[in-house]
């Protein structure tokens, strides 16, 4: 919200409201002098009439309003400033729910998801592989060429990187590493995942770790 803009008005109200506070006690004060007037001898010169009490009331009636609408305005402001400040908490880079739709019109772009961990395949010094599952969708193979994070299955991560497809002429390539200094049985790993897609990760964020909500 623009601050002048609030002070402006808070201005304007609180003017609003000292004017009107000043009417009221207008009126209240002519309204002792009519009571203190001689009943018998009518309204003296100066004095004050009912017409004039009624338009003094009008007055203050119109000043409420005027307040109202001006407290309205203030608050339309701020409502429309926090909508416009508003941001999804997962952030507008998060891929997780298109990237699981459709994950092999991905090959070859940066994605950033967010899923949990099925199944841990192998950690060692120089990398990982594990795999994370979305609602939809089989699991997706996630393979790290950095010192692996601590995580165990069924952590929630966020894995950010490079969106390939399992080849096994061109897995070093693709992922920074071999798979014979990854994996104990690199033909088994082949058989299974290779022709699959897979994210070659360059971050690696445990978000929640397993039975930490239970």
């Not at 309204?43 to 004039?52: I, K, L, M, N, Y």
């Not at 998060?94 to 940066?110: C, K």
């Not at 199944?119 to 609602?135: L, P, Q, Y």
Request: charged share 25%.
């Amino acid at each position: 919200m623009n601050t002048n803009a609030a002070r402006l008005t808070s201005t304007r109200t609180r003017r609003a409201g000292r004017t009107a506070g000043a009417v009221i006690a207008a009126v209240v004060g002519m309204g002792g002098l009519a009571a203190c007037s001689d009943d018998s001898a009518g309204p003296e010169a100066g004095g004050v009439s009912v017409e004039d009490l009624q338009g003094v009331e009008d007055q203050v009636a119109g000043l409420d309003e005027r307040i109202g609408a001006l407290e309205e305005g203030l608050g339309a402001d701020v409502g429309a400033d926090v909508g416009a400040d508003a941001v999804d908490p997962l952030g507008a880079d998060d891929d997780t729910e298109a990237f699981f739709g459709d994950n092999e019109s991905y090959v070859g772009q940066e994605v950033t998801v967010s899923a949990e961990v099925s199944e841990m395949v192998t950690t060692t010094d120089i990398g990982s592989s594990f795999r994370i599952a979305g609602e939809s969708g089989d699991p997706i193979a996630v393979i790290s060429a950095s010192p692996p994070a601590e995580m165990d299955a069924n952590d929630v991560v966020q894995v950010s990187g490079t969106v390939v497809q399992v080849q096994r002429d061109t897995f070093e390539e693709d992922f920074g590493l071999a798979s014979d200094d990854l994996f104990e049985d690199a033909d088994a790993f082949f058989e299974e995942e290779e022709g699959s897609i897979a994210i070659s990760a360059d971050r690696i964020e445990v978000l929640q770790e397993q039975g930490q909500n239970d």
